[in-house]
């Protein structure tokens, strides 16, 4: 083994500090890097649903409006025929 014992380990010849340092703030920005990444997808899917409710509402708002719009020309045809 490298190391006599696990404090020799520990600190790594002297440069302990600096090679946990490292290991703990690569470990943390993998674990932010997880975290925002399912945040966004979270976003992104809340997003999504809204944009297909809306999409729906809005064919059936065309439906409705398309509806009134006949019902309006065939009563001015009426009132012109009058």
């Known amino acids: 083994m490298a190391f006599d014992s696990l404090s020799a380990f520990l600190a790594m010849g002297g440069h302990g500090a600096y090679v946990w340092a490292a290991w ?11 975290l925002h990444a399912r945040a966004e997808r979270r976003v992104l899917l809340r997003d999504l649903r ?11 708002a065309e ?5 009134q719009e006949t019902q309006v020309s065939h009563q001015e045809g009426h009132v012109h025929e009058s």
């Not at 809204?50 to 059936?60: K, N």
């Not at 439906?63 to 509806?67: E, I, P, R």
């Open 63 to 67: 439906t409705q409006v398309s509806h």
């Open 24 to 34: 703990g703030v690569t470990g943390l920005l993998l674990v932010a890097v997880v």
């Open 50 to 60: 809204r944009r297909a409710r809306r999409t729906q509402g809005y064919g059936a």
